[in-house]
């Protein structure tokens, strides 16, 4: 029974308690929270925010929304096929999307669609009212949810780059030079006999990744046989590592454009009896948790998505705030992840 009544003692902490332990006023963390920019300096919101950690301090959400008249909520579209088990680098992203809007006091809604009708959930969500802002990725760059949204009220940002005609709210990595700068790293450890393996399909990121490795071969006075550069998906792709392999003069690097082929090829080599990184070197492109569960981990190109999950969350919330910016699109540098299969 005492413990009982000692629960119900238990004070949460409160707007006032955020503010004391900030050393600001209750109206700015009030600020902070309904996310009046002009109201408070970059390093006062990190404080408050940081107090709000600190106390586990969870704001009236039902309250705030009626103050400020948001939803507090950010709406992130994804297809079918992004949910998949092999799609460890779209559920790391999401992870991150998730954290990077919390730390503004948002939420992350996601949603999909029906095959037959991919354009009626956003109508719907418009016309609701359901969310503040809506972020899409795996975008075309003539992308039919942009066309629609580009038209209506509803602030939104996408993953991916955009036609030039259309409102360039987006932030994208350079894959280009995200692979050639791989490659660089390839060839200065020695490398010199490469295959290029990617998924099949005409997306800009994934011509762009063959077209920064064949930069870097040019670049380096290297050239690649036709027989070594091969796009396409499933069984194929494991036959054509057998196929590389299996030659008398194979290559010395086979040079993915994603993690997931990368450990499809790491996997490959074990069957046969190679030693990844030390018989054959395999690189893979994302730099997410699937690179991790390999033996050896993968080197690859790394998309620093927390980066790119805070800059989508920062311009929803400018247009939130403020309307269209008419802001340019921004590219997010790519890192290299030094794993020990190459």
Same mark, same amino acid.
């Given at each position: 029974?005492?413990?009982?009544?000692?629960?119900?003692?238990?004070?949460?902490?409160?707007?006032?308690?955020?503010?004391?332990?900030?050393?600001?006023?209750?109206?700015?963390?009030?600020?902070?929270?309904?996310?009046?920019?002009?109201?408070?300096?970059?390093?006062?919101?990190? &404080?408050?925010?940081?107090?709000?950690?600190?106390?586990?301090?969870?704001?009236?959400?039902?309250?705030?929304?009626?103050?400020?008249?948001?939803?507090? /909520?950010?709406?992130?579209?994804?297809?079918?096929?992004?949910?998949?088990?092999?799609?460890?680098?779209?559920?790391?992203?999401?992870?991150?999307?998730? $954290?990077?809007?919390? &730390?503004?006091?948002? /939420?992350?809604?996601?949603?999909?669609?029906?095959?037959?009708?991919?354009?009626?959930?956003?109508?719907?969500?418009?016309?609701? =009212?359901? +969310?503040?802002?809506?972020?899409? @990725?795996?975008?075309? +760059?003539?992308?039919?949810?942009?066309?629609?949204?580009?038209?209506?009220?509803?602030?939104?940002?996408?993953?991916? %780059?955009?036609?030039?005609?259309?409102?360039? /709210?987006?932030?994208?990595?350079?894959? @280009?030079? !995200?692979?050639?700068?791989?490659?660089?790293?390839?060839?200065?450890?020695?490398?010199?006999?490469?295959?290029?393996? !990617?998924?099949?399909?005409?997306?800009?990121? $994934?011509?762009? %990744?063959?077209? =920064?490795?064949?930069?870097?071969?040019?670049?380096?006075?290297?050239?690649?046989?036709?027989?070594?550069?091969?796009?396409?998906?499933?069984?194929? #792709?494991?036959?054509? +590592?057998?196929?590389?392999?299996? &030659?008398?003069?194979?290559?010395?690097?086979?040079?993915?454009?994603?993690?997931?082929?990368?450990?499809?090829?790491?996997?490959?080599?074990?069957?046969?009896?190679? %030693?990844?990184?030390?018989?054959?070197? +395999?690189?893979?492109?994302? =730099?997410?948790?699937? !690179?991790?569960?390999?033996?050896?981990?993968?080197?690859?190109?790394?998309?620093?998505?927390? $980066?790119?999950?805070?800059?989508?969350?920062?311009?929803?919330?400018?247009?939130?705030?403020?309307?269209?910016?008419?802001?340019?699109?921004?590219? #997010?540098?790519?890192?290299?992840?030094?794993?020990?299969?190459?």
């Amino acid at each position: 029974m005492a413990d009982a009544n000692n629960r119900r003692s238990v004070r949460r902490p409160s707007i006032d308690d955020v503010a004391k332990l900030a050393g600001v006023s209750r109206q700015t963390v009030s600020n902070v929270l309904n996310g009046r920019k002009s109201y408070f300096s970059t390093q006062t919101q990190a &404080r408050v925010m940081a107090a709000m950690e600190t106390l586990s301090y969870k704001p009236n959400r039902a309250a705030q929304t009626l103050r400020s008249r948001r939803s507090m /909520q950010i709406g992130y579209h994804m297809s079918g096929e992004e949910l998949e088990i092999v799609k460890g680098f779209t559920l790391s992203f999401l992870q991150a999307l998730i $954290k990077a809007a919390a &730390r503004q006091g948002y /939420q992350i809604l996601v949603f999909t669609h029906s095959d037959s009708n991919p354009l009626a959930v956003f109508n719907e969500l418009i016309a609701r =009212g359901n +969310v503040d802002a809506l972020i899409i @990725s795996e975008s075309q +760059v003539d992308d039919p949810r942009v066309r629609l949204l580009a038209h209506g009220k509803l602030p939104f940002v996408s993953f991916g %780059r955009l036609a030039p005609d259309l409102p360039q /709210q987006w932030v994208d990595i350079d894959n @280009s030079d !995200g692979m050639a700068m791989l490659m660089d790293y390839l060839v200065a450890k020695g490398y010199g006999r490469f295959a290029y393996i !990617g998924a099949e399909g005409d997306e800009y990121w $994934k011509v762009e %990744r063959l077209h =920064g490795f064949r930069r870097a071969l040019e670049h380096h006075g290297l050239n690649a046989a036709d027989g070594d550069v091969f796009q396409g998906s499933g069984e194929a #792709i494991r036959e054509q +590592v057998r196929r590389v392999l299996g &030659r008398r003069q194979r290559p010395d690097a086979i040079v993915t454009g994603s993690d997931y082929i990368a450990a499809v090829v790491v996997n490959v080599c074990h069957s046969l009896g190679l %030693r990844v990184g030390r018989d054959i070197a +395999v690189t893979g492109f994302d =730099g997410g948790a699937m !690179g991790l569960i390999t033996e050896p981990t993968i080197t690859s190109v790394r998309i620093p998505l927390e $980066k790119v999950a805070s800059e989508l969350i920062a311009r929803c919330q400018a247009e939130i705030d403020a309307g269209p910016t008419g802001r340019p699109g921004v590219v #997010i540098p790519t890192e290299i992840f030094q794993g020990g299969s190459a």
